[in-house]
């Protein structure tokens, strides 16, 4: 897959829990080398790709780069999970204990449900950046970055399973329908089902992405 056009930070990004690249993607349009990490193989990955435990990872080669990110694993935090009865490990904490170990700037993302679990957390919602898809994320980060307006949600969100109408907004979660919609609502042309479900908006990660750069190398600001 070609590559977007976009102006090099010269700085290094490792993303963890990395799926199938929708953040990784973001934080590469914001100017980053980006290197992603999964435990599972991830073979529409658009990036340089690393299989193994993120936390490992993180603490083994997190020195090798200007800033590290992940979005570990939501099951525990998820509506879905706890109506189930279903048990998950907290992989926030271990993420971001590896994270400060190695004495890097972090962001770290999750669902709404993990807020208990983050730190200071801000919400990014695709209204935000114009995207049919509400689609509500929190990121929590040792660098100070700002969030936008949050306007009202004032389009309806498609019922699951039906046709997306017109006016609605795309609720791309569960047995969704029309991935070939999803992919052109969410601004990730090569992933499958499965990875959509699980991404958050490239647009997302690059308005943090690019924030995080001008705070990292101060000169980018000029």
């Known amino acids: 897959m070609d590559l977007p056009e976009r102006v090099p930070n010269g700085l290094r990004l490792l993303d963890t829990y990395c799926c199938q690249g929708g953040a990784s993607w973001g934080y590469y349009l914001a100017g980053f080398e980006v290197e992603g990490v999964d435990l599972s193989p991830q073979p529409r990955y658009p990036f340089p790709f690393h299989q193994g ?3 490992e990872f993180i603490r083994e080669h997190g020195h090798e780069y200007d800033v590290i990110t992940g979005s570990p694993t939501c099951r525990r935090w998820t509506n879905a999970q706890k109506i189930r009865g279903n048990e ?63 306007p009202r949600h004032l ?40 990875g959509l479900r699980e991404a958050i908006p490239p647009a997302y990660t690059q308005f943090l992405g690019e924030q995080a750069a001008r705070l990292v190398r101060p000169s980018l600001a000029a």
């Open 155 to 194: 389009a309806p969100i498609a019922k699951m399973g039906r046709p997306v109408r017109d006016g609605e907004f795309m609720h791309v979660v569960g047995n969704f329908t029309d991935a070939a919609r999803a992919r052109e609502v969410m601004g990730m042309p090569w992933a499958s089902r499965d």
């Open 88 to 150: 998950h490990p907290d992989l926030i904490t271990p993420t971001r204990e590896a994270m400060i170990a190695v004495g890097k700037p972090y962001i770290i993302e999750n669902v709404e449900g993990a807020a208990s679990a983050m730190v200071d957390p801000l919400l990014l919602c695709g209204a935000m950046f114009g995207l049919k898809t509400y689609r509500h994320r929190l990121f929590e980060s040792s660098l100070p970055l700002g969030t936008r307006l949050h």
């Open 53 to 55: 435990d993120a936390v």
